[in-house]
Nanobody
Framework: QVQLVESGGGLAQPGGSLRLSCIGSGFTFSDHAMAWFRQAPGKEREFVAG????????FYADSVKGRFTISRDNRERSLYLQMDSLKPDDTALYYCLRAKQSFNNNYRDITGYDYWGQGTQVTVSS
């Protein structure tokens, strides 16, 4: 069965860095675009970053552009999110998502995804 397992979350200080990882299994990883979403307590789920199957383009929410970098390694069936210059507003549960297709026309549209991981908690605090 399809599984997405995130790791790498934790506590970071403002201005610090974390790197999230997501390993996919039970499907052909290179056939699907992937994305990261996050949800903070009391807030709606929001798009963070997306990447098509090829990894040749990347897409970001305005709130993380220039600070976060999404990447993937299809041979390792892995998705990554390098998070730099972290802010307290980045505190959230971060989810790895599998898109239904190899490329999304709108990575922000949640209906374009069919599987989620369990999430990994990121807390930014001094």
């Amino acid at each position: 069965q399809v599984q997405l397992v995130e790791s790498g979350g934790g506590l970071a200080q403002p201005g610090g860095s974390l790197r999230l990882s997501c390993i996919g299994s039970g499907f052909t990883f290179s056939d699907h675009a992937m994305a990261w979403f996050r949800q903070a307590p009391g807030k709606e789920r929001e798009f963070v970053a997306g990447i098509p199957w090829s990894g040749l383009r990347t897409f970001y929410a305005d709130s993380v552009k220039g600070r976060f970098t999404i990447s993937r390694d299809n041979r390792e069936r892995s998705l990554y999110l390098q998070m730099d210059s972290l802010k307290p507003d980045d505190t959230a549960l971060y989810y790895c998502l599998r898109a239904k297709q190899s490329f999304n026309n709108n990575y922000r549209d949640i209906t374009g995804y069919d599987y989620w991981g369990q999430g990994t908690q990121v807390t930014v605090s001094s």
